[in-house]
Nanobody, 122 residues
Framework: QVQLVESGGGLVQAGNSLRLSCTAS????????MGWFRQAPGKEREFVAR????????VYANSVKDRFTISRDIAKNTAYLQMDSLKPEDTAVYYC???????????????WGQGTRVTVSS
């Protein structure tokens, strides 16, 4: 079993930055991919970014490419989502998730955090 705990959400003005963290505990995590998803009010959950844990390979949604950066600290079992140049449309609850395959598809993720809210004001 893997437990995921997110932190770092909050209220920021457009153009500013936030960094989200997701710390994993439980069984050995090295073989998993870590993904970030978000869900805005009234919308479906959408893929944001993922990182392959063993090699650091990253994938981004087009909507966040060049603004968000996903990274990981293997020693701390923690993934980060650095969000720069935030826009009001980035407002959502952000979730981290872990999968045992490299995928952007939410249903294929086995473990989920509780979510952290990000609000971007204009």
């Amino acid at each position: 079993q893997v437990q995921l705990v997110e932190s770092g959400g909050g209220l920021v003005q457009a153009g500013n930055s936030l960094r989200l963290s997701c710390t994993a505990s439980g069984r050995t995590f090295r073989s998993y991919s870590m993904g970030w998803f978000r869900q805005a009010p009234g919308k479906e959950r959408e893929f944001v970014a993922r990182i392959n844990w063993p090699n650091g390979y990253t994938v981004y949604a087009n909507s966040v490419k060049d603004r968000f950066t996903i990274s990981r600290d293997i020693a701390k079992n923690t993934a980060y989502l650095q969000m720069d140049s935030l826009k009001p449309e980035d407002t959502a609850v952000y979730y981290c998730a872990a999968a045992n395959i490299p995928t952007n598809d939410a249903p294929l993720y086995d473990y989920w955090g509780q979510g952290t809210r990000v609000t971007v004001s204009s």
